[in-house]
């Protein structure tokens, strides 16, 4: 059972370390996280062209396959047989005309029915399945599925609200906004780390960290807290989107700010500036659109590097990030190989990002022995949970702790939101 | 075996060809990243691709340096300004196989096993995979024309600081 919480304040401006590493808050997550009323990103349909294309992904740590049936729809079902409970689609992507279990090569659809039963009959009339099994109670669990320009979410409940509503217009204007024209994947980037996977999530959200652990960055002046840009986030607090405008702040404005910072400001130079040079593609000037959708979906702008991020779950203790790079379409050649470049940018290796691995797994070792304490949210105050038009500031993450805490049935009395 | 595959034979080649690597891994486990740099020519790239893209034809990597001044980019970023888990890096190669040849160009390609020892002296299996590189040779001297590390550990464990 849930030990009871402590919070030592109503605000989500504190958070106790046990919520990252109680199995027993695992297990309910999964329950009422992931099977509840969360609408979870896929993947993209650019990923599964055709009929009969499909991709195994996951909804938290529950395996999942998406395919696209014969009537070209798209449809998702958890990838777990009927039968005995084997992994039925076993490659991670190709095309198939059915899913068959190799275990005793039960078959499904693309929608998860149940199509074939070997021996169901028996042999030489012994044997087989009773009389009254009724193929149709048997298939896969199906995932409902929505699709958003593109992009794939599924949700394991029947009664949450529709996915536009459960985005909200802000986020779902900025989904759109990423993919306004038809896409291209270029290809994945794995990571697994160990530690909590919302301490990834918070990490994501976190414009404070940015600039001062990526010390990239400031090294080399390409994205500072000094740039204009803030916080937004959707009715309920549960999603954001952290922007940043380029080219909004001086060399001298940065160093002046940096000065106590502590970080290594040499304005070095890059040999091969053009690699971190933003190509303009947007009208409202932002270099930098990081949009997150609870519970575990990021769909990325850094400059011209566009992606997606998946948490993937395995346990309290682990995470794994899945990463998908795209383009669009109608990119000419020099853009495509100017996106790949600042591939260098992102993911497990990236010049801006590899630091957050050792981040999290430092902090999860180090709270590991003492779960009573709390972390302290507070850059940009506290009390009521609102948007912010600066980046110092990590007021999104306690948006995320006050609906995580609501689903999770754990809120503080009188929580401040 | 044709003509132009005669030059693989050669001891001199053989001899060159297993300096490189040789030198290529002790220098890596040194962190002697101004020497190491020193092996590859300068229009040399050098690429760490996930073996499932590659497979896959699919271009994205987890370093990309089209030429040397973007790899040295990528060695003052480790050495001035990235943070990364404090370790050390061994690696064992597999013999290089020299695999064709045509004007002093040899397609070389060899297995990699790159182990990191933490602060505590804990170790762990950190990448496998495999080199696929073009190698010249000018004068006795081999040097990179084209690196490309494909690697089988693709979900990276922590994260990847060092070249591989």
Excluded at chain 1, 127 to 143: T, V
Excluded at chain 1, 247 to 258: I, K, L, M, Q
Excluded at chain 2, 37 to 54: K, M, Q, T, W
Excluded at chain 2, 129 to 154: M, N
Aim: glycine residues 8%.
């Amino acid at each position: 059972m849930q030990q009871p919480i402590h919070w030592e304040r109503n605000d989500f401006s504190r958070i106790p370390f046990s919520l990252l590493h109680e199995p027993s808050t695992f297990d309910a997550e999964r329950e009422r996280v992931f099977k509840g009323p969360a609408w979870m990103f896929l993947g993209l349909e650019a990923e599964i062209p055709s009929n009969g294309d499909f991709r195994t992904t996951v909804a938290g740590d529950i395996p999942v396959v998406i395919n696209r049936g014969r009537d070209g729809q798209v449809y998702a079902f958890v990838n777990r047989c009927a039968h005995r409970g084997a992994t039925v689609q076993r490659e991670v992507c190709g095309n198939a005309k059915v899913h068959v279990c190799i275990y005793h090569r039960w078959g499904y659809d693309h929608q998860g029915k149940l199509l074939g039963v070997p021996f169901h009959r028996g042999v030489d009339g012994r044997g087989g399945l009773a009389e009254d099994f009724d193929k149709s109670r048997h298939g896969l669990r199906p995932l409902r599925v929505d699709i958003l320009s593109g992009v794939i979410f599924g949700t394991l409940s029947d009664e949450n609200e529709p996915l536009r509503d459960y985005l909200g217009p802000m986020i779902t204007a900025h989904i759109e906004r990423l993919f306004h024209k038809p896409i291209r994947v270029l290809g994945y980037q794995r990571q697994q780390i160990d530690g909590n996977w919302k301490s990834f999530v918070e990490n994501v959200k976190d414009t404070y960290h940015a600039s001062l652990l990526h010390t990239f960055l400031s090294t080399f002046g390409i994205d500072r807290a000094t740039q204009r840009g803030g916080v937004m986030m959707d009715d309920r607090h549960r999603h954001s989107v952290t922007y940043s405008y380029a080219n909004s702040d001086t060399d001298d404005a940065a160093r002046g700010a940096y000065t106590d910072a502590r970080v290594r400001d040499n304005s070095l130079k890059l040999r091969e500036p053009s690699m971190v040079s933003y190509r303009p593609e947007w009208e409202d000037g932002r270099g930098l659109v990081l949009t997150a959708v609870f519970p575990t979906a990021f769909f990325m702008q850094i400059s011209n590097s566009l992606h997606t991020r998946q948490v993937r779950l395995a346990g309290p203790n682990r995470l794994e990030v899945f990463q998908t790079i795209f383009c669009y379409e109608d990119d000419p050649p020099d853009m495509v190989e100017h996106r790949l470049r600042q591939a260098n940018l992102i993911g497990p290796a990236g010049l801006v990002s590899m630091e957050d691995g050792e981040a999290i797994e430092q902090l999860h070792r180090a709270t590991a022995p003492d779960q009573a304490a709390s972390e302290v949210i507070e850059m940009g105050g506290h009390g009521e949970i609102s948007d912010r038009d600066y980046r110092v500031n990590d007021v999104s993450l306690r948006g995320f702790w006050s609906y995580y805490s609501e689903l999770m049935g754990i809120a503080p009395a009188g929580a401040v939101r | 075996m044709s003509a132009a595959d005669a030059p693989v034979r050669t001891a001199a080649v053989r001899e060159a060809i297993d300096s490189l690597y040789g030198d290529y891994a002790a220098l890596l486990d040194d962190d002697d990243y101004e020497a190491w740099l020193g092996l590859f020519a300068e229009s040399c790239s050098y690429v760490v691709i996930p073996r499932d893209n590659h497979d896959r034809g699919l271009p994205v990597a987890l370093m990309r340096c089209d030429n040397l001044d973007m790899l040295r980019d990528r060695i003052t970023a480790l050495t001035t300004a990235n943070e990364y888990n404090i370790h050390w890096s061994l690696r064992i190669l597999g013999r290089p196989r020299i695999t064709a040849a045509a004007d002093g160009l040899f397609d070389v390609g060899c297995s990699y096993l790159v182990m990191q020892t933490n602060q505590e002296g804990q170790s762990r299996v950190f990448s496998a995979g495999r080199h696929r590189d073009r190698v010249s040779l000018v004068d006795g001297l081999a040097r990179f024309e084209q690196k490309k590390v494909i690697v089988d550990t693709f979900c990276i464990p922590t994260l990847l600081a060092k070249p591989l």
